[in-house]
């Protein structure tokens, strides 16, 4: 008789997971409530409406965050949308009744958006960009004001600095991040210019054919940045030294005669103006050296318009708006998308949420 193989006989050749899906259908409960008449006092009695089953809606937060998840993170259309919740989750939903749940979302996320900007607003570092957007086939801007905690979208018809003076609503931060754009001004104590975009200004003027300024001050720019990529291991006085030495090249710079070449002397002239913001970040580390957080933030956006092409109502551009707000401050938790819309449409702020 031959002996059975036991287990120490056995070794294995082959490891592997078999992924799959099961059909996706939806869970629905039917509530019935009933009334009666009290055989005591003769009044007529009714139950209560259960808690998170309210008449009104048949959609429950569920399907009401998946359906913002769907529309402005993947930019799907109203139509292709019923589509896809009628063939993937089983779910049979108007166009009408997606515009409703978009709708009835802006009271609770603009509310969770209320609680995002105080927390920017109040921030010592604060970071902002803007890029364009199309509300009723009208060019409007989307702003985008940001710090280490949250980010807050919000869209508006100008881009004029009036976005950003009535969104800090008199509060002054310590640092203001961005580029040299004219409504991005005097907002903060300081300013911290952002080196990408000026980086982007010195290879322009190089290109224009400027040799006198814009090649040293570009060498000067690429330091700067490789400095600031090593900061976290850095000493403070090293730092500190690293400044001095920033600056003396900025005078040594700066001392030479002014180019004559337009975009290298208006760029000569703006860092004579504005010399003390260019490298603030050496020393105060909670400064970046960039504004790349902003466009980071602004992306989405972008592909959003281009896929779309914009909002047909200005409600609608301020749901968007404020989701963007709930998703971008979320993700800095921890959070997905998806979860971080559940919990603002169910009033749980964001800001406290994970």
Aim: proline share 5%; glycine share 8%.
């Amino acid at each position: 008789m031959r002996p059975l193989l036991g287990a120490a006989d056995l070794t294995d050749i082959h490891a592997y997971d078999h992924l799959d899906l099961p059909p996706i259908r939806p869970v629905i409960i039917r509530i019935n409530r009933h009334r009666g008449v009290c055989p005591c006092c003769r009044k007529q009695v009714s139950a209560p409406v259960p808690e998170g089953f309210e008449p009104g809606s048949p959609f429950g937060p569920g399907v009401e965050a998946l359906i913002l998840h769907l529309r402005i993170t993947q930019a799907i259309s109203f139509e292709r949308l019923a589509c896809l919740m009628r063939e993937v989750f089983g779910l049979s939903i108007s166009e009408g009744a997606i515009a409703n749940i978009l709708s009835r979302a802006q009271t609770p996320l603009l509310a969770a958006a209320d609680t995002i900007a105080a927390a920017v607003r109040v921030s010592p570092v604060v970071g902002s960009d803007e890029t364009s957007a199309r509300v009723r086939g009208k060019t409007w801007w989307q702003w985008v004001l940001l710090s280490a905690t949250a980010i807050y979208h919000v869209i508006a018809d100008t881009r004029a600095a009036s976005v950003v003076t009535t969104f800090l609503q008199g509060v002054k931060p310590e640092v203001w991040v961005a580029d040299r754009y004219g409504g991005q001004l005097g907002h903060g104590a300081m300013r911290q210019m952002c080196l990408a975009h000026l980086l982007r200004d010195a290879k322009y003027a190089i290109e224009a054919g400027d040799a006198v300024f814009a090649p040293g001050f570009r060498r000067l720019l690429l330091r700067a940045v490789a400095i600031g990529k090593r900061r976290a291991a850095l000493k403070d006085s090293t730092l500190a030294q690293y400044r001095a030495d920033l600056d003396r090249r900025l005078d040594k710079l700066l001392s030479g005669d002014e180019p004559k070449q337009q975009a290298a002397r208006r760029l000569f002239r703006a860092m004579r103006r504005d010399r003390d913001d260019l490298v603030r970040f050496v020393t105060r580390r909670d400064v970046p050296y960039t504004n790349n957080a902003c466009e980071r933030a602004l992306r989405p956006s972008v592909i959003f318009r281009k896929v779309t092409n914009g909002f047909r109502a200005e409600w609608g551009a301020r749901v968007y708006a404020a989701a963007a707000s709930v998703m971008a401050t979320g993700r800095l938790r921890g959070l997905t998308a998806l979860e971080a819309l559940r919990a603002a449409l169910a009033g749980v702020p964001v800001m406290r949420s994970g």
